[in-house]
């Protein structure tokens, strides 16, 4: 299963940095792309960014460029989205999610985590 780490996560005041960490499952070699998703009240699940666990080729929701930045530790396993400039609407549950190889779609997603940006 994902897991999704969520250090220092939680209520943040807008204009501020955050960063949430993902764990990925153990069989790495096995991964073609992990990605973040968010889901704000009411409103329907939005991709985030993604990135390549080979290569770490990186693409973002374009509203996102520029604010949010995703990134991995392949020795810990680890992938980070790294959010500066928060908004209040960035306010959502954050999801971790892992596509594996072979696969079209994101198959394995974790329990989310709430972020939420104060005014």
């Known amino acids: 299963q994902v897991q999704v780490v969520e250090p220092g996560g939680g209520l943040v005041q807008a204009g501020g940095p955050l960063r949430l960490s993902c764990a990925a499952p153990?069989?790495?070699?096995?991964?073609?792309?992990m990605g973040w998703f968010r889901q704000a009240p009411g409103k329907e699940r939005d991709f985030v960014g993604n990135?390549?666990?080979?290569?770490?080729?990186?693409s973002y929701a374009d509203s996102l460029k520029g604010r949010f930045t995703i990134s991995k530790d392949s020795v810990k396993n680890m992938v980070y989205l790294q959010m500066n400039s928060l908004k209040p609407e960035d306010t959502a549950v954050y999801y971790c999610?892992?596509?594996?190889?072979?696969?079209?779609?994101?198959?394995?997603w974790g329990q989310g985590t709430q972020v939420t940006v104060s005014s």
């Open positions: 999610a892992v596509r594996p190889s072979g696969r079209a779609n994101f198959n394995y």
């Open positions: 990135i390549k666990w080979s290569g770490s080729t990186t």
């Open positions: 153990g069989r790495t070699s096995s991964i073609y792309e």
